[in-house]
């Protein structure tokens, strides 16, 4: 896989405006919601560390055709070693629950997008300072959109992206207060419980028409 620059990972995020994100049972289920994401044109996977071997699932992910139409990231990352072998393995993103300034100078020093969870204006800001590319909105379901668009008055500089809680029904909500993308997780893969990843596919489709609506694209 051809290593793309910071700006251009930042850029196809936004773009697209949807980050599928991968709680799976089993490597194997993790890869086959990856291929699902991208046939239904998501343009990021975040395969966290609480999938059975996510080192290997990313590394396979990032070696695949699939790499070519999606960027692979890596989420739960909670400190510098385990970013740096995410980034070793082929993340080109990296995504953590909480802020980690040591885990923000490695993914810095790479070259690498780094997106911490924040839940306080306080928490925000110092991902800001940090270097923090885009800050993840956690969790999402207890903040909601308008936690978004009360940070955005005093913080109209911050790139925020929820996750958690985040489904087809309130993602134009998120998007129109002032999030750059959102994360999509057990909202969006659930059909992977029962073998349907087609639903997957046909969600991921919903989600990112409700993103362009939202932005008044027509595109």
């Known amino acids: 896989m051809t290593a793309l620059p ?81 980034i070793l393995a082929g993340a080109q993103f990296v995504v953590g629950p909480s802020v980690s300034p040591e885990t923000a100078r490695l993914c810095n020093r790479y070259q690498i997008p780094y997106m911490p969870g924040a839940s306080t204006v306080t928490e925000i800001v110092q991902a800001m300072e940090c270097g923090a ?26 790139r925020l992206m929820p996750t958690g809680g985040v489904s087809v029904e309130n993602a134009g909500d998120w998007i129109r207060a002032g999030c750059v993308a959102i994360g999509a997780g057990g909202n969006l893969t659930a059909g992977a419980k029962r073998g349907d990843y087609q639903s997957i596919a046909d969600l991921a489709r919903q989600f990112i028409a409700k993103i362009r609506e939202a932005r008044g694209s027509a595109n």
Request: proline share 6%; charged share 20%.
């Open 133 to 158: 590319d885009i800050i993840k909105v956690f969790p999402g379901e207890l903040l909601g959109p308008g936690f978004v668009k009360a940070v955005m008055g005093p913080l109209p500089q911050a």
């Open 6 to 86: 910071k700006v251009r990972i930042l850029e196809k995020i936004v773009n697209s405006g949807l980050v599928a994100v991968v709680r799976a049972e089993s490597s194997d289920q993790a890869s086959r919601i990856a291929d699902a994401c991208a046939v239904g044109g998501v343009g990021a996977i975040e395969i966290t560390f609480t999938v059975p071997g996510a080192l290997a699932v990313i590394a396979d992910l990032a070696r695949r055709d699939v790499a070519q139409n999606i960027l692979v990231g890596a989420g739960t990352v909670l400190d510098p070693e385990t970013a740096r072998a995410a």
